[in-house]
């Protein structure tokens, strides 16, 4: 099933949000504060947990905060389009593991959604770091607290890691990596949507590795491959990017 109505009215609900964000951002607290108090009843409603609030609310945030940076308003319309793409595919595999919770395509659905909500993140918070005077440990927090949080609910939701134990040291262990490489990225000649990119990349490997390790399918050669893809997509992206002189 790929639609469902209050799916579908939750993610207008969402491109009228970002859109007001957009046209007036002056009221930031107060169109986020009505959006997210009718998105956690829409969500307990429509997928009947409300475990599955936290990554479509992140989702949106990290958007509205992304697109200040993003120089084109014909870019940023595309941007709100796409992001509430994504936002619809996170509730939707909300909805379908709310009634199924074997259901393997809802849980891609989520896991796309992880990923566009943590790059917003990595994208909008190095580049705010770049425009305003921010020390740089301020950065690693917020990278480290969303990626704690991100990763709790993206196990928890894709029943990853059994116990809530293995959920806590596993998601702190990909904080202390995601803030640690922030502080490795503050030494780059480069801009923020690149640095976005790698955080993710880099993310995404470990994260896969956890993930096939729950699932009993870590191997030897998934362990290579997971490197080779590291080593060299990060590669391609930083040859390709345009560096920037260190000021």
Known sequence: MLFEFGVLFLSLLNLAAVWLLYDYPNQFFWIMGIFALVLLI?????????????????????????MPLIDSPAKV??????????FYLAVLGSYRLGRYERDKTAKAMIDLATLATLFCWFAASY??????????????????AVVFFISYQSFLISQIAPSRHQRVVYSVFLAYLMAGVVW?????????????????????????LIRDYFLENLTIKKIIFNSIFLAGSATLILLSARWYPAI
């Open 127 to 144: 580049g705010w770091y770049l425009n305003i005077v921010l020390p740089i440990w301020v950065i690693m927090l917020i990278f480290a």
């Open 77 to 86: 319309r595309a941007f709100i389009v796409l992001s509430t793409g994504v």
């Open 184 to 208: 490795v990225q503050n030494f780059w000649p480069f801009g923020y949507l690149t640095t976005g990119v790698v955080a993710l990349i880099i993310y995404y490997s470990a994260w896969n």
């Open 42 to 66: 829409g969500i307990r409603v429509v997928a009947g947990r409300l475990r599955f609030f936290g990554i479509p609310f992140l989702l949106t945030l990290g958007s509205v905060l992304l």
